[in-house]
């Protein structure tokens, strides 16, 4: 009887791995040429395709035995021409002499291989009518094996969602918290994929709710990045560490909102997650729902507590990244922030540099004052090398930006540095022109040099004072005694 064994390592039946013999090669190399396949290397795939899993391979060797049978009977038909009845081919196979005809030799049964392909055939194929397991495990498969992969059958069951399996495999003995690759327990293999039924047989079997792979992420946090709500209900029900840190410095909330599952974070939030733990990059679960524009998620966050101001290492709030969301139109999170209360930093500067004119507006309407940030903090490539710090008006010559200038001029929203020092920036001026920016030094020219006056000096020191904010402004100017004509320039 000829024998089949996987080459290399083993691994499942959809990778369609090649097959050798181990006696004869013939009959695969018959079955290649009954289909008109050639021994091209361009045809290989197709000729792997043909004897892929081992019910075909024990199909295409049938055939050739009873086309040999045919044929030799043929042959010898008698003197008339009448052909001999041809006899009845078998048609059943018993799951367990599958196995041991093509796995492997029947005089080196290798347990590993059996095992595994039992497995993995058994949740395939959906018409064989016995269970191969029972009976590989009966007669002394070691249900503690590995493969090339380090996954044990176990790991494969849990993976597959097979209880039944799972529940043969714990009564023989199978090592409950085996680490496979990367170190994922069958606890974690059964939390990433969903399956709460056996993540609850697995825990009445001694697996530890909190084990951790090599990552540091436990089965609450497998569940919450692919997304399995009952599961991480379950997990949490059970008592799984809600705050547990991967070596990234994630919890199952960030994870949660990284996701974007409004479901998962609410049930964290619910069972006492730290809603402003950081991760080793700074970011909070606000940055994240930011980042992803989430404002459903934002808003559960904030209402739990959250952080508005919470700046990672690159110095990107949640409302820096809001304001990236807002290049067409008002992104909600946005908005949202504002209206919480967010303090507004260089995210003013950014949305000059982006040249947004309305987010600009919203911005000093809910507060923003004119302040000098570290050039550094923005994405401009070329900058004159004697400016550290930058004003909004700053930004908006050196981006060319002159509706956003002129309007801060309307309003007088500068800051000390825009009045003493950038009229008379010559150096900064030649930047501008070597750079082909000549709009931005006629409007120097023409409303920055000179002498201030006095009107505008005093319009401009009010309106610092007052503030720029919209509904406040209007009460402070209306309250403050000033001649009609100066409190219309300050509300225009």
């Not at 809600?242 to 909330?253: D, I, Q």
């Not at 401009?460 to 509904?471: C, D, R, T």
């Amino acid at each position: 009887m000829t024998s089949w064994r996987w080459r290399g390592s083993m691994e499942p039946l959809d990778n369609r791995p090649d097959f050798v013999s181990e006696t004869n090669g013939n009959q695969i190399v018959a079955a290649k040429d009954a289909q008109g396949i050639d021994s091209s290397p361009t045809n290989q795939r197709n000729a792997n395709e043909l004897v892929k899993d081992t019910l075909l391979i024990i199909s295409v060797q049938d055939a050739i035995e009873c086309l040999s049978a045919h044929f030799e009977r043929v042959a010898r038909n008698d003197e008339n021409g009448n052909r001999p009845v041809t006899a009845s081919r078998r048609t059943h196979f018993e799951p367990e002499d599958l196995l041991l005809r093509c796995c492997v030799q029947s005089t080196n049964i290798n347990h590993v291989n059996i095992l595994e392909k039992s497995l993995l055939m058994f949740a395939k194929l959906k018409d064989v009518s016995d269970d191969p397991v029972p009976h590989l495990i009966v007669t002394g498969a070691n249900v503690n094996c590995v493969n090339a992969l380090n996954d044990s059958p176990l790991i494969l069951a849990c993976a597959m969602g097979n209880i039944t399996h799972v529940k043969l495999l714990l009564e023989a003995g199978a090592k409950v918290e085996y680490p496979g690759k990367d170190g994922d327990t069958p606890l974690i293999h059964a939390a990433r994929r969903g399956h709460t039924h056996i993540v609850q047989l697995l825990l009445e079997s001694g697996a530890d709710i909190d084990g951790a792979n090599t990552h540091m992420d436990t089965p609450l946090l497998c569940a919450a990045q692919y997304k399995k709500v009952e599961t991480v209900i379950f997990l949490l029900q059970e008592g799984a560490s809600v705050n547990h840190v991967n070596k990234s410095g994630e919890t199952a909330l960030m994870q949660a909102v990284c996701k974007r599952s409004l479901d998962i974070t609410r049930e964290l939030i619910h069972s006492g997650a730290e809603v402003n733990a950081v991760d080793y990059l700074g970011n909070n679960a606000l940055i994240n729902a930011a980042r992803l524009d989430e404002a459903k998620i934002m808003t559960l966050l904030i209402e739990s507590g959250a952080f508005l101001n919470q700046v990672n290492v690159h110095n990107k709030s949640a409302l820096w990244f809001a304001v990236c969301h807002s290049v067409i139109s008002y992104s909600p999170c946005l908005r949202l922030l504002l209206a919480s209360g967010a303090c507004i930093g260089s995210e003013l500067h950014q949305a000059v540099t982006v040249g947004l004119m309305h987010v600009v507006k919203v911005l000093v309407e809910h507060g923003a004052t004119p302040r000098l940030i570290n050039l550094s903090q923005l994405s401009i490539r070329s900058f004159p090398v004697h400016i550290q710090q930058v004003s909004p008006l700053t930004v908006a010559l050196l981006t060319q930006r002159l509706d956003i200038a002129r309007n801060f001029m309307d309003i007088g929203f500068l800051t000390d540095f825009d009045l003493r020092c950038l009229p008379y920036d010559d150096k900064l001026k030649c930047f501008l022109k070597d750079n082909a920016k000549s709009e931005s030094v006629n409007f120097m020219n023409n409303n920055l040099a000179g002498p201030w006056s006095l009107e505008r000096l005093c319009l401009i020191v009010i309106s610092k004072n007052i503030g720029f904010q919209s509904k406040s402004r209007k009460l402070k100017v209306e309250s403050s005694g000033l001649p009609r004509v100066f409190q219309k320039l300050l509300l225009s």
